[in-house]
Every structure is written in structure tokens, then in C-alpha cells.
């Protein structure tokens, strides 16, 4: 099983590049821990489900979709948060 998670972990670690037409399409992670000032000592949110996947959508601006499961580790676990984030970067 751990072994099984470490594998899982390393594969999605390394970002994936796929070619789309012209434009590239960018797959990997962004990992995110939260700790809120009002947590009692050792609790955390961790995004369980850290996928993002970018897109150029023209020469200067990328669309950007990033995935949100937070799992609470503490005095209570589950699930605390489920959601998106689309954001639209600027080089």
C-alpha cells in the first residue's frame, strides 16, 4: 500500500506535456498545505487532489484550471473543502 502511494506520488510529481494542435497543454501538480491561525496545534488542510492543467490562449495569457480537495488532519478528518480555481496568468 505505501509503496503503491509512493509510486502514485512520484508519477504525478514529474509534469506531463501534451502537444494540442499547436499549442502545448500543460498537465502536473501544485501541492498546498493550509494551516489557519485559529487550528489547534498539529492540525492541517491538505489539498488531496492537487491537479492543474494550463493552456495558452493567446501569445501573452494562459488559462489555468486548478483542482481543490482539502482533507483535514486534526481533531476531526474529512473532507473540508471541494472546489476549482481558474485563473488566467499573465506573462
Given at each position: 500500500?505505501?509503496?503503491?502511494?509512493?509510486?502514485?506520488?512520484?508519477?504525478?510529481?514529474?509534469?506531463?506535456?501534451?502537444?494540442?494542435a499547436?499549442?502545448?497543454?500543460?498537465?502536473?501538480?501544485?501541492?498546498?498545505?493550509?494551516?489557519?491561525?485559529?487550528?489547534?496545534?498539529?492540525?492541517?488542510?491538505?489539498?488531496?487532489v492537487?491537479?492543474?492543467?494550463?493552456?495558452?490562449?493567446?501569445?501573452?495569457?494562459?488559462?489555468?484550471?486548478?483542482?481543490?480537495?482539502?482533507?483535514?488532519?486534526?481533531?476531526?478528518?474529512?473532507?473540508?473543502?471541494?472546489?476549482?480555481?481558474?485563473?488566467?496568468?499573465?506573462?
Open positions: 500500500m505505501i509503496r503503491t502511494l509512493l509510486i502514485l506520488s512520484i508519477l504525478l510529481a514529474t509534469s506531463i506535456q501534451t502537444l494540442h499547436q499549442n502545448p497543454i500543460f498537465i502536473g501538480i501544485q501541492p498546498a498545505v493550509t494551516i489557519e491561525p485559529f487550528y489547534e496545534r498539529g492540525e492541517f488542510d491538505l489539498n488531496i492537487p491537479i492543474v492543467i494550463e493552456e495558452p490562449i493567446s501569445e501573452r495569457i494562459n488559462l489555468r484550471l486548478i483542482t481543490l480537495a482539502n482533507f483535514h488532519f486534526g481533531e476531526s478528518n474529512g473532507l473540508s473543502d471541494i472546489g476549482t480555481q481558474i485563473v488566467a496568468p499573465r506573462s
